[in-house]
C-alpha cells in the first residue's frame, strides 16, 4: 500500500467514525480528492452493531461502508 491509498482509507474512515460521529470539526484531509462519505451516522451504527458485535464478521462490515 503507499501513501495515496492510505491517505484515502485514512481520510474515508476519520470522516465516518470520528467527525460524523464524535467532533463537531472537520478533521484535516491529506487526500486532496476526498469527498464526505454518504453513509449516514444510523447506517454506521446498524453496520457497525450488527456485522461486527452480533455476526462477527470485520470484513463484511468493511465492504458494507466501503460501498
Given at each position: 500500500?503507499?501513501?495515496?491509498?492510505?491517505?484515502?482509507?485514512?481520510?474515508?474512515?476519520s470522516?465516518?467514525?470520528?467527525?460524523?460521529?464524535?467532533?463537531?470539526?472537520?478533521?484535516?484531509?491529506?487526500?486532496?480528492d476526498?469527498?464526505?462519505?454518504?453513509?449516514?451516522?444510523?447506517?454506521?451504527?446498524?453496520?457497525?452493531?450488527?456485522?461486527?458485535?452480533?455476526?462477527r464478521?470485520?470484513?463484511?462490515?468493511?465492504?458494507?461502508?466501503?460501498?
Amino acid at each position: 500500500m503507499d501513501f495515496a491509498d492510505l491517505s484515502k482509507y485514512d481520510d474515508l474512515c476519520s470522516d465516518i467514525f470520528l467527525d460524523a460521529m464524535y467532533l463537531w470539526f472537520k478533521t484535516t484531509k491529506m487526500n486532496a480528492d476526498h469527498r464526505e462519505p454518504r453513509v449516514p451516522r444510523q447506517k454506521v451504527l446498524e453496520i457497525i452493531q450488527h456485522s461486527i458485535l452480533e455476526e462477527r464478521k470485520p470484513n463484511v462490515a468493511a465492504m458494507e461502508l466501503l460501498q
